[in-house]
C-alpha cells in the first residue's frame, strides 16, 4: 500500500524546516554575529585551514554542479563543500577542471530544471553533475513529477552538447513504499538515457551522525570529502 502524500508531509516537516534556505537552529536568543576571522556562515565551527587554491591551466574541462544544500555547503565555506574537494581530489590525479557550483539551498528538481538553461548558456559547462532530488522527496512531491524534472534536466544537458552525471538519491526508509519507488526511479532514468549513474551519492554519509552538522541533516567538513570520493570515479571517466 502507498504512503499518503499527509502521511508523507507530517514526517517531512521538521527536515524541511533544517533544509530550507537560510534556516538556523531554533533558539530563544539570536545566533552570535561570526568573529571577522570566522570561516562560514556562523553555523558551524570550522576550525580547517583554508586549502589552497587549484591552478586550472587553459582549457581545462569545465564541470558545472547543478544541486541543492548539499552542493552549496550549507553552513560551510564553499572551499569546504563537496564541489570543490572534488575539484582537489581530481587535480591531483592529474584531472583539473574548472567547477562551476550551481547549488541552491532548498532546490528541488523543479527550480533546477528553471535554473538550468541559464547554467548552460552563461556557464558553458562541459559537464554537468546532477545532484538533485532529495529536497522533493522529503517534501512528498509527486514521483512522476520529479522523474520528468529531472528527464528533462539530463536531456537538455546533453542537447547543450554537454556530458551528464546523475546522483542518486534516497529518502528515509520510513516512507514505506515511497521510498523504495524514489530510490528506483534513478537507475530507472539513467538506463533510459544511457546516463552514468552514482547509484547512493550519501553512501555512508546519510544518517551517519559523525558525518554531519548538529542538525542531522547536513554534512560535516569530513561528510563533504566522503562524498567528493562518493563521486571521484564517476567524473574521472568523464574528464
Known amino acids: ?3 499518503s502524500p499527509a502521511l508523507i508531509s507530517s514526517i517531512s516537516v521538521l527536515a524541511l ?10 533558539a530563544e536568543e539570536p545566533a552570535p554575529v561570526p568573529a571577522p576571522a570566522e570561516r562560514g556562515d556562523g553555523y558551524a565551527e570550522v576550525d580547517v585551514p583554508a586549502p589552497d587554491p587549484v591552478v586550472v591551466p587553459e582549457g581545462s574541462p569545465k564541470v558545472a554542479v547543478l544541486g ?16 570543490a574537494e572534488l575539484q582537489r581530489l581530481l587535480a591531483a590525479e592529474g ?19 528553471a535554473r538550468l538553461p541559464w547554467l548552460l548558456e552563461k556557464g558553458a559547462p562541459d559537464v554537468v553533475i546532477v545532484e ?23 536531456t537538455l544537458v546533453r542537447e547543450s552538447g ?14 514505506g513504499e515511497y521510498a523504495e519507488d524514489f530510490a528506483a526511479l534513478y537507475p530507472r532514468l539513467a538506463e533510459e538515457l544511457e546516463v552514468p549513474l552514482v ?11 559523525e558525518m554531519n552538522l548538529a ?15 562518493n563521486v571521484q570515479e564517476a567524473l574521472r571517466s568523464l574528464l
Do not use: Y
Open 95 to 113: 584531472r583539473p577542471f574548472a567547477p562551476v557550483n550551481a547549488g541552491g539551498s532548498g532546490d528541488t528538481s523543479r527550480g533546477g530544471l
Open 68 to 83: 541543492d544544500a548539499l552542493a552549496a555547503g550549507l553552513h560551510l565555506p564553499p572551499d569546504l563543500a563537496w564541489p
Open 132 to 154: 538533485l532530488g532529495a529536497n522533493d522527496g522529503l517534501r512528498g512531491v509527486d514521483l512522476a513529477a520529479t522523474e520528468q524534472n529531472l528527464r528533462e534536466i539530463l
Open 1 to 3: 500500500m502507498k504512503t
Open 17 to 26: 524546516r533544517a533544509l530550507a534556505a537560510g534556516c538556523s537552529p531554533a
Open 215 to 229: 542538525d542531522g541533516m547536513h554534512p560535516n567538513v569530513e561528510g563533504h570529502r566522503v562524498l567528493a570520493g
Open 162 to 175: 554537454a556530458s551528464a552525471l546523475l546522483l542518486g538519491m534516497n529518502v528515509p526508509t520510513n516512507l
Open 199 to 209: 547509484s547512493f551519492f550519501l553512501k555512508d554519509v546519510g544518517g551517519v551522525p
